[in-house]
């Protein structure tokens, strides 16, 4: 069946979560083309059915993507109670309905992805469809190569093994080394308790790689809407079309 499913087009729109898109719908708050709608399951069309709230209409907004270099000492909540900088502070007003993709923690810096594309983004984050990202850590100590070897065969941590699906020495020296690590999962704070845990503490952490998006040489702070070229990419990863401005690259 064509179209779009309700509860998709309302959290779309803005109007709510799907699971309380799901809530207006039961509750009889929700038309299309004037006639009360009560199933969740119906499908809409977006380009030929007017869908109201209350009688107002429900108009979806355009898909988009940014990516930001989050600097450290940032969170990735719209409101912190310890009253820390967050992210939403580095974006403009038109981008404040956007939410993350996954979080990086305080500490972290680099590469964050920010949508409104909820499904997009939750199967990005999903174990199977194993979207690598890639980090670069300054750590205390010398890396020795049976260190790497520790990193992709498995570390034992208090929430099960953790395994890097490659790691590369970037610089060595006796007192700090630089390294990349890939991951296909995101368990909190997970690269910085594996590298604890094969005895060389983080210093400085960022991501720098997130499935087919890099960092690149965005300036610390600063974000950009993904490429075209990303968009597909991204696309293509979690098995979807991409709608909207980043499908022209915009």
């Known amino acids: 069946m064509a179209g779009v499913r309700l509860q998709r087009y309302l959290a779309r729109a803005g109007v709510a979560s799907r699971r309380g898109a799901e809530a207006l719908i039961a509750a009889g708050r929700v038309a299309v083309n004037g006639v009360v709608v009560t ?9 030929a059915d007017v869908v109201t709230v209350d009688g107002r209409a429900a108009v979806p907004e355009s898909i ?5 270099n989050k600097p450290a000492g940032y969170v990735c909540t719209r409101h912190d109670p310890q009253r820390r900088r967050t992210v ?4 403009g007003p038109e981008d404040a309905t956007l939410f993350t993709v996954g979080r990086l923690d305080a500490d972290t810096e680099g590469l964050l992805l920010l949508t409104n594309d ?3 983004a939750n199967r990005l984050l999903h174990p199977r469809y194993g979207c690598r990202r890639a980090y670069e850590a300054e750590v205390r100590g010398a890396v020795e190569a049976d260190v790497l070897d520790r990193l992709t065969r498995g570390v034992e941590l208090e929430d ?9 020495l970037l610089d060595a020296g006796t007192d700090r080394s630089r390294l990349r690590l890939g991951l296909r999962e995101g368990r909190k704070r997970e690269v910085r308790r594996m590298l604890a845990a094969v ?10 790689r997130f499935g087919p998006v890099a960092l690149g040489r965005l300036p610390r702070g600063a974000c950009r809407p993904l490429t075209a070229a990303e968009a597909k990419a991204v696309s293509r990863l979690v ?6 401005d980043n ?3 915009g």
């Open 118 to 120: 909820g499904e997009a």
């Open 199 to 208: 005895g060389h503490p983080v210093e400085r952490l960022r991501r720098v």
């Open 39 to 47: 199933e969740p399951g119906s499908r809409v069309d977006p380009d």
């Open 160 to 168: 099960g093994i953790a395994r890097a699906s490659d790691a590369r």
């Open 88 to 91: 939403y502070e580095l974006l």
């Open 64 to 68: 988009r993507w940014l990516v930001l």
């Open 247 to 249: 499908e022209t690259g």
């Open 239 to 244: 098995g979807r079309r991409f709608e909207g």
